[in-house]
């Protein structure tokens, strides 16, 4: 999407500029908050950034909100609170607790967050400006050497996030506030995207060190953002968090707190329409055409780069042979899922991507059309000219990819594939396909479930078709493949980036990696008419909350000059 690839552009800009650098003044990033000189997609060295929050943050004057309200918010699926692990969407309440160094804007262009600024005096180094006089939650100060110990430890092998800074060869202090990034490719590529997400969130070194282990820690988060916990939390139940008074940025942070509530799919709606719930971020397409016709509450629907996938383990039979993969690429209609899963609003997808990513390949776009007569053909080749059996797993509360799933077993049943669904405990769904086992890499031969998603194709390559991508079932890597994803992030030329990306996908066509790419499904938030602030709509797992408010009275709100 052109999202993409205006954060690609950013990042480029950075190496092309040699020493200089983007600069800004140490104040409050949202409207009134001053201006971000930072580089811009249109090649100025220069750039206003009005929000580092992803929304354009109101001034408290300008609106009738509450400070004290609290937002209820749905989905809750967290199975840990320390960044450096990855459990199902704890990113929902991560990004309450934790700020990251680089914030995205509503158009997923990076701009200051906890660093100010950013430059690239030589091709192999990145260097990242502090915010000045920010501290976490504890009193630690934040500082060079907070970015130091979170970045080390985000590479450490306890790390499942280590894939994302798979550029990054060390960290160094070079003054309180400025922080100096030795890279092993030399260009920076994709780290702006990289320190927006989970391996830029910065948590207290004082409360890592003094809980001793990772879910210590996870029990008792600290870190710098906006929100504070409180109280114990529940995996996948309710957790609070309340405004943190030492909050660097009060213009953004408009709510007195959060309640998270872990809520089954199926009632998604209910609890929204009852008053349960305010907000919810994880509507399919067609709760959100519903939700339209309630006066009471508004919704967001914006298309995504998230992906509903057959997912395969090709280091487990059946799927470790090539033809059965490609077989299933064949037996599954696209067209007719995606109308069916997303009330005609969805897209099939062929590749990983959307035809306006940099990594979409043309020419290998089709190349698994439907073809159930094709299937039997290959599945015969393999050996099984009276079919194939196999299992599939997909937590027992998740209707929606139930239903995927359900679609994707008769289709293929017309090709010779007898599937068995196993519904598991949501919890167990990624680990079974992922992690699992005596190797560590997964023991669920497929799993349909959803993929894509980051803001940056090499972000989703790292987390998803490494060897070592903690989301790479049987942790299986095509001979030359690294190389081809460190080429496209290696390259300061555009046409050479694009042709090495399109060299990477031509590649997962053919080897059907990680799976079946099936629909690209839409973003979808339906919150009540007195929520303020919402901008976008955005998957759960990325949902910001700067600038969010309820309105005194929860009266509606006036998102008119939104």
């Known amino acids: 999407m052109k999202k993409r690839l205006v954060v690609i552009a950013a990042a480029l800009m950075l190496a092309s500029l040699g020493c200089q650098s983007s600069s800004t003044p140490e104040a409050s990033p949202s409207n009134s908050g001053g201006s971000a000189s930072i580089p811009s997609s249109s090649g100025s060295a220069s750039g206003s950034a009005s929000s580092a929050s992803g929304s354009s943050s109101p001034s408290p004057a300008a609106i009738n909100n509450d400070p004290s309200a609290i937002l209820s918010y749905a989905p809750m699926q967290a199975m840990t609170l320390d960044p450096i692990k990855i459990g199902a969407s704890d990113r929902t309440i991560m990004n309450a607790i934790y700020d990251t160094l680089v914030f995205l804007d509503d158009n997923d262009q990076p701009i200051p967050g906890l660093a100010i600024s950013w430059s690239s005096p030589d091709p192999a180094t990145f260097e990242l400006k502090l915010r000045n006089g920010v501290v976490f939650q504890d009193g630690t100060p934040f500082n060079a050497d907070a970015v130091k110990?979170?970045?080390?430890?985000?590479?450490?092998?306890?790390?499942?996030?280590?894939?994302?800074?798979?550029?990054?060869?060390?960290?160094?202090?070079?003054?309180?506030?400025?922080?100096?990034?030795?890279?092993?490719?030399?260009?920076?590529?994709?780290?702006?995207?990289?320190l927006a997400g989970q391996a830029g969130m910065m948590a207290s070194p004082t409360a890592v060190k003094n809980a001793g282990s990772s879910d210590a820690f996870s029990q008792h988060p600290v870190g710098a953002g906006m929100f504070k916990l409180q109280g114990n939390w529940q995996p996948r139940t309710s957790a609070s968090v309340r405004a943190w008074d030492g909050y660097w940025d009060k213009k953004s942070q408009l709510l007195g707190g959060i309640d998270f509530k872990g809520i089954s799919p199926d009632a998604y709606l209910n609890t929204l329409q009852a008053g349960d719930v305010d907000m919810n971020s994880d509507l399919d397409e067609t709760m959100a055409a519903t939700l339209q016709q309630n006066p009471s509450f508004r919704t967001k629907i914006s298309p995504s780069s998230s992906v509903r996938t057959f997912f395969m383990n090709p280091t487990l039979a059946p799927f470790d042979k090539l033809e059965i993969r490609q077989?299933?690429?064949?037996?599954?209609?696209?067209?007719?899922?995606?109308?069916?899963?997303?009330?005609?609003?969805?897209?099939?997808?062929?590749?990983?991507?959307?035809?306006?990513?940099?990594?979409?390949n043309a020419d290998v776009a089709n190349r698994y059309s439907y073809?159930?007569?094709?299937?039997?053909?290959?599945?015969?080749?393999?050996?099984?000219?009276?079919?194939?059996?196999?299992?599939?797993?997909?937590?027992?509360?998740?209707?929606?990819?139930?239903?995927?799933?359900?679609?994707?077993?008769?289709?293929?049943?017309?090709?010779?594939?007898?599937?068995?669904?196993?519904?598991?405990?949501?919890?167990?769904?990624?680990?079974?396909?992922?992690?699992?086992?005596?190797?560590?890499?997964?023991?669920?031969?497929?799993?349909?479930?959803?993929?894509?998603?980051?803001?940056?194709?090499?972000?989703?390559?790292?987390?998803?078709?490494?060897?070592?991508?903690?989301?790479?079932?049987?942790?299986?890597?095509?001979?030359?493949?690294?190389?081809?994803?460190?080429?496209?992030?290696?390259?300061?030329?555009?046409?050479?980036?694009?042709?090495?990306?399109?060299?990477?996908?031509?590649?997962?066509?053919?080897?059907?990696?990680?799976?079946?790419?099936?629909y690209f499904i839409s973003d979808a938030t339906g919150y009540a008419n007195y929520v303020g602030g919402v901008t976008k709509a955005m998957p759960h797992a990325r949902q910001t909350y700067r600038g969010l408010y309820i309105t005194k009275g929860k009266m509606p709100a006036d998102d008119a000059r939104r």
């Open 371 to 518: 073809d159930p007569n094709q299937a039997k053909a290959l599945l015969a080749q393999a050996g099984f000219p009276n079919g194939v059996s196999f299992h599939a797993v997909i937590g027992r509360i998740n209707t929606s990819y139930i239903r995927f799933g359900e679609l994707v077993r008769a289709q293929i049943k017309q090709a010779g594939f007898d599937m068995t669904l196993d519904l598991v405990d949501p919890a167990q769904t990624t680990v079974l396909l992922w992690r699992a086992g005596p190797t560590g890499r997964g023991t669920a031969q497929a799993s349909p479930l959803q993929g894509g998603g980051a803001e940056d194709p090499d972000v989703v390559l790292r987390q998803s078709f490494l060897k070592d991508s903690p989301a790479n079932a049987g942790g299986y890597e095509p001979e030359g493949f690294r190389a081809l994803v460190d080429q496209a992030v290696s390259t300061v030329d555009v046409p050479e980036r694009k042709a090495a990306y399109q060299e990477v996908t031509r590649t997962i066509q053919e080897q059907v990696l990680p799976g079946v790419p099936v």
């Open 327 to 360: 077989a299933m690429a064949y037996a599954i209609d696209r067209e007719s899922i995606a109308k069916a899963m997303t009330n005609s609003m969805g897209q099939a997808a062929w590749e990983f991507w959307r035809k306006e990513d940099i990594a979409y």
């Open 149 to 194: 110990f979170n970045l080390d430890r985000a590479m450490s092998p306890e790390s499942m996030i280590k894939a994302s800074l798979a550029q990054l060869k060390a960290v160094e202090v070079v003054d309180p506030y400025t922080v100096r990034l030795r890279l092993n490719s030399p260009l920076p590529g994709a780290l702006p995207a990289a």
